[in-house]
């Protein structure tokens, strides 16, 4: 998700499921080819496994880019053809380009050929109000050809005129047994379910029919959500308290700060830590001071997490992503 899982998010969520496959926000080949590239690709050897998603649509460019996310030491690298936005449309990728196959195709086999790590595909299931199974199964069938065997199945049409981003997520509907089907068709390929998955129940639902599930906004808005899918699939798995999780956000904030990141963005995935719990509110409230934020003190997360501890057991939270949550209005 655009400016939102970035490295600091992917760092908590790290914590809070160390079996997961953590995948950057999408990254266009222009910002990697001539901007910074450590801005963009920077990440801590703790989010491994980790995912470069690229946005372009240029075979060169995105082969350029693949070697580097490769060189950065990411473990696999991911062409995102599933974003509908019109700021993205008028690059000429993401969801766009489910219409130009062979071009979708020859972006594929041009970064297999500039990396060693698994190149994979997130995509929709068409485009516009085309529901037709023949569209998305001869996609898939052209990217197959040139060897790509993991997809990540956004499971919704991506309308290109008319809607916004967030009615995309919505409006479109879910089509599960579009992508069950694929999977049948195509059995040899890893299938992972995204789209609509909203708690733990649903999402350990689809991991059985599914190859995996990839979750967005639930993660952002409860990232505890992580937590309970892992124990479930993995009951072995030791996970952090809260405390914990506070205690290492804290340190790694205090290293990132004395780097230059600002306060206010290493604490953006804190502030749905204990969503559902009493003191959630003065938790985001205390996360979101710009005041307080303006100090760069690491030690506000340890302050936000004992006036949390301190909160009264009765108050209630509404858990509901705040006004000034990033994705409030999304």
Aim: net charge neutral; charged share 25%.
């Amino acid at each position: 998700m655009i400016d939102v899982t970035d490295r600091h998010c992917r760092f908590l969520h790290r914590l809070l499921a160390p079996r997961a496959r953590l995948y950057t926000e999408m990254i266009t080949t222009g910002a990697l080819l001539h901007g910074k590239v450590g801005r963009h690709l920077d990440f801590d050897a703790a989010e491994h496994p980790v995912a470069l998603q690229l946005g372009g649509s240029e075979p060169d460019a995105l082969a350029q880019a693949a070697r580097l996310g490769q060189q950065w030491g990411y473990d696999e690298i991911n062409l995102n053809c599933g974003c509908p936005s019109e700021r993205v449309q008028r690059g000429a990728f993401g969801a766009c380009l489910m219409a130009e196959p062979d071009l979708v195709a020859d972006c594929i086999k041009a970064m297999q050929d500039a990396v060693d790590v698994p190149v994979t595909v997130k995509h929709r299931l068409g485009l516009d109000y085309d529901e037709s199974y023949d569209f998305v199964r001869d996609f898939v069938g052209k990217l197959y050809d040139v060897g790509c065997r993991v997809f990540v199945v956004h499971a919704r049409n991506a309308v290109l005129k008319g809607l916004s981003p967030k009615d995309n997520r919505e409006i479109p509907p879910l089509r599960y047994d579009v992508v069950r089907r694929l999977k049948q068709d195509f059995p040899d390929c890893v299938v992972v379910l995204n789209g609509g998955l909203a708690d733990a129940q649903q999402s350990l639902q689809a991991a059985h029919d599914f190859d995996g599930v990839m979750l967005g906004r639930a993660a952002w808005h409860t990232p505890r959500v992580l937590s309970e899918i892992s124990l479930r699939l993995w009951p072995s798995t030791r996970l952090p308290t809260d405390a914990q999780v506070v205690d290492a956000m804290t340190r790694y904030a205090a290293q990132q700060v004395a780097q230059g990141q600002p306060l206010r963005v290493i604490v953006r995935p804190l502030l749905g830590l204990v969503n559902g719990q009493s003191g959630a509110r003065r938790w985001r409230r205390m996360l979101s001071d710009q005041r307080l934020l303006s100090r760069n003190d690491a030690g506000l997360i340890y302050e936000a997490w004992r006036t949390l501890q301190s909160a009264d057991r009765d108050e209630r939270d509404d858990f509901g992503p705040d006004a000034d949550s990033p994705l409030a209005a999304a």
